[in-house]
């Protein structure tokens, strides 16, 4: 890692390169990047979740959330806890000594990037992957990547969540499973971690136990502060209408654009 690199994230833990910006990567990002990994989220094309009509069964919305703006908040949260994105396709992911290293297309030409762990959530390309030694699974037109219960694929620091991993196709169930695979990769990791909690102030300390790591304790100013934040933040978010459209499947667009020739 560069000092520049470290320096877009202020972390200096190892890299972590998750692949796609969907539901799953985001969430994975979200857990990665607040346990102190330098988190980069290398993303090209868009979740398929904006093809959604209204965002129905996620929790936190009673009367549902639109789709994009779903999406808007995972980046918004990633980016706050310390993720950074880079626009791009990764092409091929190669082992080097301690990780590995990823082609990335871009608009404006091809680059490197390095990392010590990698992280697929690119629903639905695998073709990055072909090189190296991951069990992928075929059926009808798509291909899944191979994992263990925790997410762990045939090559040491390399792991896979959501949807590429064959979890049902649904939104929550991929942000959890990029969640739960997270969390294994920083078990995996020297990183010290406990859980990702915050705590009220006293909760450890007044039963005479360290914070653990992970963990944060806040007293009330800060809880009041983050909390004014926090509606200050949805208050701003909910004040419009999304100005996107979900995205229609290209074989309607098609048949809609030959209907109207
Ligand atoms: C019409 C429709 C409606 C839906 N409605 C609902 C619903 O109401 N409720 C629900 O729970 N679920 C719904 N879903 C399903 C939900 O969208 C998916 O299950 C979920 O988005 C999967 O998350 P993911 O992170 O695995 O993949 P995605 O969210 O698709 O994210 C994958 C990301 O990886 C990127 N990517 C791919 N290849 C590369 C590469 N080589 N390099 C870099 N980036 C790459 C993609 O462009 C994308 O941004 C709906 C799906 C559709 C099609």
């Known amino acids: 890692m560069s000092d520049t690199?470290?320096?877009?994230?202020?972390?200096?833990?190892?890299?972590?390169?998750?692949?796609?910006?969907?539901?799953?990567?985001?969430?994975?990002?979200?857990?990665?990047?607040?346990?102190?990994?330098?988190?980069?989220?290398?993303?090209?094309?868009?979740?398929?979740?904006?093809?959604?009509?209204?965002?129905?069964?996620?929790?936190?919305?009673?009367?549902?959330?639109?789709?994009?703006?779903?999406?808007?908040?995972?980046?918004?949260?990633?980016?706050?806890?310390?993720?950074?994105?880079?626009?791009?396709?990764?092409?091929?992911?190669?082992?080097?000594?301690?990780?590995?290293?990823?082609?990335?297309?871009?608009?404006?030409?091809?680059?490197?990037?390095?990392?010590?762990?990698?992280?697929?959530?690119?629903?639905?390309?695998?073709?990055?992957?072909?090189s190296l030694d991951v069990g992928l699974t075929k059926r009808g037109s798509k291909t899944y990547v191979d994992i263990d219960d925790y997410g762990r694929t045939g090559v040491d620091g390399l792991y896979a969540a959501g949807r590429i991993a064959e979890k049902p196709h649904q939104a929550i169930v991929s942000a959890g499973h990029g969640a739960e695979v997270a969390l294994t990769l920083i078990d995996d990791s020297d990183v010290p971690f406990y859980h990702d909690w915050v705590a009220p102030e006293g909760y450890f300390t007044e039963r005479g136990r360290d914070v653990p790591p992970g963990v944060e304790e806040i007293d009330e100013e800060e809880r009041r502060r983050r909390e004014r934040e926090s509606m200050k933040v949805m208050t701003e978010t909910f004040e419009r209408y999304h100005p996107d459209e979900p995205t229609m499947h290209p074989s309607v667009v098609e048949k809609r654009r030959e209907s109207n020739e």
């Open 5 to 130: 690199d470290s320096e877009r994230t202020g972390s200096n833990g190892p890299r972590v390169a998750i692949i796609g910006g969907g539901v799953a990567g985001l969430m994975a990002a979200v857990f990665t990047a607040r346990a102190g990994f330098d988190t980069v989220v290398v993303n090209h094309g868009e979740s398929i979740l904006r093809r959604n009509g209204h965002l129905e069964n996620v929790p936190g919305f009673p009367a549902g959330v639109n789709s994009r703006l779903f999406l808007d908040l995972l980046e918004t949260q990633a980016g706050r806890n310390g993720a950074v994105f880079e626009d791009g396709r990764v092409t091929t992911v190669a082992t080097i000594d301690d990780g590995f290293q990823l082609r990335i297309e871009a608009g404006d030409g091809e680059f490197d990037l390095q990392s010590s762990y990698v992280l697929a959530t690119s629903w639905a390309d695998t073709d990055y992957l072909d």
